[in-house]
């Protein structure tokens, strides 16, 4: 996984919990995707982030999720109120320009009770 | 918009034997780029291969080598000799702008996959 970093990996959260999903690029990457993999699908774009600024989040619901990549430190992806229908696998994958393929992490698989 | 279709939900294969996975892809984009991932039962996501839009060649890495038809829009993945570990999930994506295009944003649409088993 070219060292993407992932946390947590499994999350288990109660209905109307908060949920913080971190990921950390390849050191000197400074493009963030997230994608969402609900069950039996492939995977869905969420946001794409660049340090410090959100380029594209057309397939973020508008609502109790927001994403951020600051200077320093992980990128976030936070999910506010969890529902049962949040429960998915949510991948981060991390990109530089030049490259051919982005780089996934080993995902979190959030579970919501 | 950008479409990728993967007709087959499962595959069998005899080790040793060579499957197809088949892919589709509909873009309004002149420059394009495929890729092929696969997700073993553990879940993370392996890049495979990719192919630009423009590649006059098909695509090959080792085992692995994309059956590429522009005017029919496929982007086929062929695996040869396959082995019981190649057995998971299987899945095309693209992106609207190929390497060295200019484009920014690369997000990558998926397929819904294809589940391969190989049988020893």
């Known amino acids: 996984n070219a060292g993407v970093m992932q946390n947590p990996r499994h999350l288990v959260r109660r209905r109307g919990q908060e949920a913080r999903l971190r990921c950390s690029p390849v050191?000197?990457?400074?493009?963030v995707y997230w994608y969402r993999q609900l069950p039996e699908e492939g995977l869905k774009f969420m946001v794409y982030?660049?340090?410090?600024?959100?380029?594209?989040e057309s397939g973020m619901p508008k609502e109790r999720f927001s994403a951020e990549f600051p200077k320093e430190g992980p990128s976030i992806l936070r999910i506010q109120q969890v529902v049962r229908g949040d429960s998915a696998a949510y991948f981060c994958?991390?990109?530089?320009?030049?490259?051919?393929?982005?780089?996934f992490g080993p995902g979190t698989r959030l579970l919501v009770l | 918009a950008q479409k990728i279709t993967q007709t087959q939900p499962g595959m069998f294969v005899q080790e040793k034997e060579a499957v197809t996975l088949d892919c589709t892809y509909d873009t309004s984009d002149q420059s394009y780029g495929l890729f092929w991932y696969k997700q073993p039962s553990s879940g993370e996501m392996i890049f495979l291969i990719y192919q630009g839009s423009y590649d006059e060649q098909n695509a090959t890495e080792g085992r692995y080598s994309l059956n590429f038809q522009k005017a029919r829009k496929s982007a086929n993945l062929v695996i040869s000799a396959s082995q019981l570990g190649d057995s998971a999930m299987y899945f095309c994506?693209?992106?609207?702008?190929?390497?060295?295009?200019?484009?920014?944003?690369?997000?990558?649409?998926f397929g819904k996959g294809t589940l391969l088993t190989v049988n020893p």
């Open positions: 050191k000197g990457h400074s493009h």
């Open positions: 994506a693209m992106r609207g702008s190929p390497l060295g295009s200019g484009g920014s944003n690369y997000k990558l649409t």
């Open positions: 982030l660049q340090k410090e600024n959100i380029i594209d």
């Open positions: 994958a991390s990109f530089e320009t030049g490259l051919k393929t982005q780089y």
